[in-house]
């Protein structure tokens, strides 16, 4: 199936930090999800894009679909203990009329109090 | 937001046997649920789309016959893994669109990290 290019795979930071990842494809998504996995658990959909350009916020985080509708970025602002986790980027309805969901290889971000 | 349950969370069974896994959408009705294998330190890998009143389709290279999958109603399907073996040692996940077209976002169940010894 459909892989995304989801950077950087993995992120040490300090608490307090601000976290950046992106998530690249060379197809087309007309919907963007992000979402985050804590071990031992499915994984929780924090935000969700529908549209090109928009730019959608819950809490700390913050995340835009490109206007090219083939990226899209997470922001993870103030970061604290409990962000730790895998955050996967997934692309849905791509340009093929496809409705299942392409993840991205995850990005595991650890928070050094 | 839309709550999918999946049970059992663990299950750990004997080299050869059969196992169900089941995974519900608990307030909304879903035509579809998609069923995925996650191995360690790994990204999610889609084995089978399940649709309710017809037969799952099972993307390239995911044995039909091993992994069999019913869609009983629309709030209800299960992946029996039958006659397993050490190598289907995995985390199943199961999920479902928010709505009945598909086209929103899709809710994860728990997970069910299955063990055969």
């Known amino acids: 199936g459909q892989q995304l290019n989801q950077s950087p795979q993995s992120m040490f930071i300090q608490e307090g930090e601000d976290v950046s990842m992106n998530c690249t494809s060379s197809?087309?998504?007309?919907?963007w999800l992000w979402y985050k996995q804590e071990p031992g658990e499915g994984p929780v959909l924090l935000i969700a894009?529908?549209?090109?350009?928009e730019l959608t916020s819950n809490g700390r985080l913050t995340a835009q679909f490109g206007i090219t509708r083939k990226d899209s970025f997470l922001n993870i602002s103030a970061s604290i203990p409990s962000d730790v986790g895998i955050y996967f980027c997934?692309?849905?309805?791509?340009?093929?009329?496809?409705?299942?969901?392409?993840f991205g290889k995850g990005n595991q971000v650890v928070v050094i109090p | 937001g839309a709550v999918v349950s999946q049970h059992p969370s663990r299950v750990i069974c004997k080299s050869g046997t059969s196992v169900k896994i089941e995974c519900r959408s608990l307030?909304?009705?879903?035509?579809?649920m998609f069923w995925y294998r996650q191995f360690p330190k790994q990204s999610l890998m889609l084995m089978a789309t399940s649709n309710e009143g017809s037969k799952a389709t099972y993307e390239q290279g995911v044995e039909k016959d091993k992994f069999l999958i019913n869609h009983a109603s629309l709030t209800l399907s299960t992946l029996t893994v039958t006659s397993a073996h050490p190598e289907d040692s995995s985390f199943y996940i199961c999920s479902a669109p928010g709505t009945e077209q598909g086209t929103s976002e899709a809710f994860f169940g728990q997970g069910t990290r299955l063990t055969v010894v």
């Open positions: 307030d909304f009705q879903a035509t579809t």
């Open positions: 997934a692309g849905q309805r791509d340009e093929y009329g496809n409705n299942r969901l392409a």
């Open positions: 197809s087309i998504f007309n919907t």
């Open positions: 894009l529908y549209k090109a350009g």
